[in-house]
């Protein structure tokens, strides 16, 4: 019995057992963990955002390359140039070499 009234007695009894010291930590702890807009989610969702941003930035740098590849490929020379060296095309009766480089 003793053990209990001073349990009874104690600080930390006195301030848990106020009700709204109970609801207000069952209401903190549901918002910060449990809830499904908890801060957790809220963290991965800013890490997938993050992610999908550099994405966009390194997509949008691609399509300016591409852009000015097109620009450079409307004359004719320049386009002749490109399909001979990046995809081996060939004018009729002509032969192509191939010669690849060991590293």
Same mark, same amino acid.
């Given at each position: 019995m003793k053990f209990i009234k001073i349990i009874? +007695?104690?600080?930390f009894f006195k301030i848990f057992s106020n009700i709204y010291?109970?609801?207000s930590s069952f209401f903190l702890i549901w918002i910060l963990f449990l809830d499904s807009n908890s801060i957790i989610t809220n963290l !991965?969702?800013?890490s997938?955002? +993050?992610e999908?941003?550099?994405?966009i930035n390194q997509l949008k740098k691609e399509i300016e390359i591409d852009k000015k590849l097109i +620009?450079?490929?409307?004359n004719l020379d320049s386009l002749e140039k &490109?399909?001979?060296? !990046?995809?081996?095309m060939k004018k009729e009766n002509e032969e192509i &070499?191939?010669?690849?480089?060991?590293?």
């Open positions: 009874k +007695n104690s600080r010291i109970l609801i !991965k969702l800013k997938q955002i +993050n999908l941003e550099k994405k +620009n450079t490929l409307r &490109y399909g001979r060296e !990046k995809h081996f &070499y191939i010669i690849e480089f060991d590293d």
